[in-house]
C-alpha cells in the first residue's frame, strides 16, 4: 500500500477524534444553554469534558452529548449521501466513527458515580439498562455503517461506485 494512502488513513483518523469531540461536547453545551445552565469551561485534552452549574436537567445536560454526538453525524452522512457526494463515504466512515465511540462510550461505562457521562447520568437516576441498549443500538448502527467500508480506504480500483456509501 502507499505511503500517502497510510497518511491520509491517519490524519483522516485524527480528524474524526477531534470533530466527534467537538460534536459530542456541542450537545452538552446546547442542552445546557436550552436548559438554563451555565457552560464554565470547556476541555479538549487530554479528554474532552463540559463543566457546567446550575443544571436543572441533569438528564437531559448529560446524556445530550452521546445522543448529539451519535446523531449528528448520521444526518450529516444522509445530506451528503443526498446530493450524490464524492466523498459521502468519507462521511459514512465518520457517522460509524461517532456511533462507536459514543454508543461504547455510554453502554460499556459502568462507573455508578463519577465525572464521566455515564456515571453522572447513572447518579441521576438514569437505569443502566436504558445505557446498554443505547450503547448497543449505536455500536450495531456504527459496524453496520463499517461494513465494507475498507474498499474505499484500500481499494486498488479508482472506479468505485458511491451508489452504495
Not at 134 to 160: D, P, T, V, Y
Given at each position: 500500500?502507499?505511503?500517502?494512502?497510510?497518511?491520509?488513513?491517519?490524519?483522516?483518523?485524527?480528524?474524526?477524534?477531534?470533530?466527534?469531540?467537538?460534536?459530542?461536547?456541542?450537545?452538552h453545551?446546547?442542552?445546557?444553554?436550552t436548559?438554563?445552565?451555565?457552560?464554565?469551561?470547556?476541555?479538549?485534552?487530554?479528554?474532552?469534558?463540559?463543566?457546567t452549574?446550575?443544571?436543572?436537567?441533569?438528564?437531559?445536560?448529560?446524556?445530550?452529548?452521546?445522543?448529539?454526538?451519535?446523531?449528528?453525524?448520521?444526518?450529516?452522512?444522509?445530506?451528503?449521501?443526498?446530493?450524490?457526494?464524492?466523498?459521502?463515504?468519507?462521511?459514512?466512515?465518520?457517522?460509524?466513527?461517532?456511533?462507536?465511540?459514543?454508543?461504547?462510550?455510554?453502554?460499556?461505562?459502568?462507573?455508578?458515580?463519577?465525572?464521566?457521562?455515564?456515571?453522572?447520568?447513572?447518579?441521576?437516576?438514569?437505569?443502566?439498562?436504558l445505557?446498554?441498549?443505547?450503547?448497543?443500538?449505536?455500536?450495531?448502527?456504527?459496524?453496520?455503517?463499517?461494513?465494507?467500508?475498507?474498499?474505499?480506504?484500500?481499494?486498488?480500483?479508482?472506479?468505485?461506485s458511491?451508489?452504495?456509501?
Open positions: 500500500m502507499r505511503f500517502h494512502r497510510w497518511v491520509f488513513i491517519l490524519l483522516f483518523s485524527t480528524v474524526c477524534w477531534f470533530s466527534m469531540l467537538a460534536i459530542h461536547e456541542f450537545g453545551i446546547v442542552a445546557a444553554w436548559s438554563g445552565a451555565m457552560v464554565e469551561r470547556i476541555v479538549f485534552l487530554p479528554i474532552s469534558r463540559t463543566d452549574s446550575g443544571v436543572a436537567t441533569p438528564l437531559f445536560v448529560y446524556g445530550a452529548g452521546a445522543v448529539f454526538g451519535a446523531v449528528f453525524p448520521v444526518l450529516l452522512w444522509t445530506i451528503v449521501l443526498m446530493f450524490r457526494s464524492k466523498t459521502a463515504h468519507l462521511f459514512r466512515f465518520f457517522a460509524g466513527f461517532c456511533l462507536l465511540v459514543n454508543g461504547s462510550y455510554i453502554g460499556c461505562d459502568f462507573s455508578v458515580v463519577g465525572p464521566t457521562d455515564a456515571g453522572q447520568l447513572i447518579e441521576h437516576g438514569a437505569s443502566r439498562l445505557l446498554v441498549l443505547f450503547g448497543a443500538l449505536c455500536l450495531f448502527g456504527g459496524l453496520h455503517l463499517w461494513h465494507r467500508q475498507s474498499r474505499f480506504f484500500f481499494a486498488e480500483n479508482k472506479q468505485l458511491n451508489e452504495n456509501c
